[in-house]
């Protein structure tokens, strides 16, 4: 049997670099509607540049900015930082720091038009995995550990 593969090119990596934006766009959308049961609470929104990846030095593709979210909640904080696109057995990962905890947030779908599959993983034991819903994001703003 044949195995077909993708044709990794310029055109391919800035097609995958504007939907992974487009990912977080939506991720990040997706956070601000699920917080507004929170009463004040303050969304900061920024541009970082891009973590400089392979496939961009390979291509010689300079870095784009893509956005990165910081909750605020009484006294707790929480951060949206995304580390890569090319990320092995996921469609992308982005940082989640609070006061307390790390996380790790994963896309294993968003792959040819489908939807993104957010799922956190615990950085200790990677094995350890939570769908990223509404409840999730709840329980992160108010610092609990997830997979204590």
């Not at 968003?110 to 990677?126: A, D, F, L, M």
Request: a positive charge.
């Amino acid at each position: 049997m044949e195995k077909h593969r993708k044709q990794i090119n310029r055109e391919y990596i800035l097609w995958r670099i504007s939907d992974w934006k487009n990912r977080l766009d939506n991720l990040f959308n997706d956070i601000k509607l699920w917080t507004k049961i929170f009463e004040k609470i303050e969304i900061k929104e920024s541009l970082i540049p891009q973590a400089r990846e392979e496939f961009l030095h390979m291509f010689n593709i300079d870095p784009d900015s893509i956005p990165v979210m910081a909750i605020l909640f009484s006294k707790n904080r929480v951060s949206f930082v995304p580390m890569g696109l090319w990320v092995i057995g996921s469609n992308g990962r982005v940082n989640i720091n609070t006061n307390k905890n790390q996380y790790i947030l994963i896309d294993l779908g968003g792959k040819n038009g489908e939807p993104s599959q957010w799922t956190i993983v615990n950085p200790s034991k990677r094995k350890e995995r939570i769908i990223f819903d509404k409840p999730i994001l709840t329980k992160i703003i108010e610092d609990e550990d997830l997979f204590a």
